[in-house]
Nanobody, 122 residues
Framework: QVQLVESGGGLVQAGDSLRLSCAAS????????MGWLRQAPGKEREFVASIRWSGGSTYYTDSVKGRFTISRDKAKNMLFLDMDNLKPADTAVYYC???????????????YGQGTQVTVSS
């Protein structure tokens, strides 16, 4: 099993930046892809970004391309999401995830963290 713990959420204004972090522990060596998803109130969970742990290839949903950057620190088993030019529409609980099912760009993952709230005011 893999344990995932997110941190870094908060309340910011539109146009601000935030960095989310995810600490992975446990059997991290058996997953090559990790990602970030988010869920806004009253909406379904949405794919945000994913990264291949080995080669570093990245994938983003269209609404965050050019504003968000996913990265990882392999030595420290850390996953990051740098979010720039935040918009009120980015308000959601953000989840770190591992063990994607059915592809690299997916909303179906085998393991999730507890989530961290990001609120963007206008």
């Amino acid at each position: 099993q893999v344990q995932l713990v997110e941190s870094g959420g908060g309340l910011v204004q539109a146009g601000d930046s935030l960095r989310l972090s995810c600490a992975a522990s446990g059997r991290t060596f058996i997953t090559d892809v990790m990602g970030w998803l988010r869920q806004a109130p009253g909406k379904e969970r949405e794919f945000v970004a994913s990264i291949r742990w080995s080669g570093g290839s990245t994938y983003y949903t269209d609404s965050v391309k050019g504003r968000f950057t996913i990265s990882r620190d392999k030595a420290k088993n850390m996953l990051f999401l740098d979010m720039d030019n935040l918009k009120p529409a980015d308000t959601a609980v953000y989840y770190c995830a591992s063990f994607p099912r059915g592809g690299i760009v997916t909303t179906d993952w085998g393991a999730y963290g507890q989530g961290t709230q990001v609120t963007v005011s206008s």
